[in-house]
């Protein structure tokens, strides 16, 4: 007998995706304590359409869930909306269960499946494109070019019918769905935003041109229901999530605040940052304050997007940045934040410089200083909380202009 965890979206589609919560890093490198969904959906109509697979560390139960959804049929079409294999992952082995099943994607996906699998199953693709469109029936789909959001390859699928629109990595989040699969069957703004912000920042932030030109295309289309390859489906109050994305993508800050990320070897540097934070909220400042030795990038980098002001403190290490420090700005730089106001605390016990090397990091970025610099020599020194307090002073009027 068959055991299986599915859930309908509508008369005729099904989620056959499923959680997994024993996966320590998402992609090798993004903490996942939460868990994270793999989403997976199933359209019976006339023709019978597979939408993507699912990691293999989700496989059984995935075959599971898309037979009982068949109950007994055969898969017309497998339409592969991106090729990374948390989604394709399950691509061949559908082919081998189903050998008349058509496979259908982009041009750019049928060269991967030759490279992730074998030139005998990208024999059996059809490529779609912008524009085409696949009558099932009842159901009218139309395929819509996404490129770098985030892979070169990606589709999306709207469904003229029911006016969905099949996401791909767009409009995800971390963590498990629970039992939930509607994002309005959680509180999703207090419970999970955090993981949606955390998932677009270090997933697609760095492809914000690309999803505005999504954005672009999906404002001309009727959209009733959004629904990704992770995390919740989206059937109400679109406008939410849709605005969170315009934000992100267009870099802009969603709340006027502070980050406050620091290094610190010994205590000093730390000190001088907790003050700060201090001085700031007696100015009536929303601060998040963030230890790059203890907190990874990806939650420092998430609120980051979040804040309109970043406020970064590092020792000197070996001449330049303490590694922590670094390792963030290269992050910072690599997803391409823009907008945002800046200010350093450096420290050094002979020849700070940390602050000079932390703005050469951020140049490309062309962040604005916000306060002026202020440096320790080990640990502050009388008159120096006069520096933090003017420091303070100065990002409070930033941030409230």
Known sequence: MTMYCTRKINADYTWVGADCRRLALFEGVFGVPDGVSFNSYLLTDEKAVLFDTVDNAVRTTFRENVTHALAGRTPDYLVVHHMEPDHAAEMADMARL????????????????????????????????????????????????????????????????????????????????????????????????????????????????????????????????????????????????????????????EQRGVVIAYASVYGGTENAANILACRLREQGVQVEMFDTSVTPASYILAAAFRFSHVVLAAPTYNGGVFVTMENLLHDLTAHTLKNRRVAYIENGSWAPTSARGMQKLLEPLKWEQAADTVTLRSALRQGQQEDLERMAMQLAESVKA
Request: aromatic letters at 12%.
């Open 98 to 253: 189903y050998p008349d099943m058509t496979i259908l994607c982009s041009a750019a996906a049928k060269n991967m499946i030759a490279q992730f699998f074998d030139a005998e199953l990208a024999a059996r693709v059809t490529v779609v494109k912008e524009g085409d469109t696949l009558c099932t029936g009842r159901h009218t789909l139309r395929f819509i070019a996404a490129p770098m959001v985030h892979w070169p390859e990606v589709l999306m699928t709207y469904d003229e019918t029911d006016k969905l629109l099949l996401t791909a990595d767009a409009f995800g989040t971390f963590g498990a769905l629970n039992g939930a699969l509607f994002a309005d069957e959680v509180n999703f703004d207090r419970d999970y935003l955090d993981e949606a912000r955390r998932y677009y920042t270090n997933i697609v932030g760095k492809y914000g041109t690309q999803v505005q030109a999504v954005l672009k295309k999906a404002a001309g289309l009727d959209i009733q229901m959004l629904l990704p390859l992770h995390g919740f489906v989206w059937r109400q109050d679109l406008g939410y999530i849709l605005g969170k994305y315009d934000l992100w993508s267009r870099y802009e800050p």
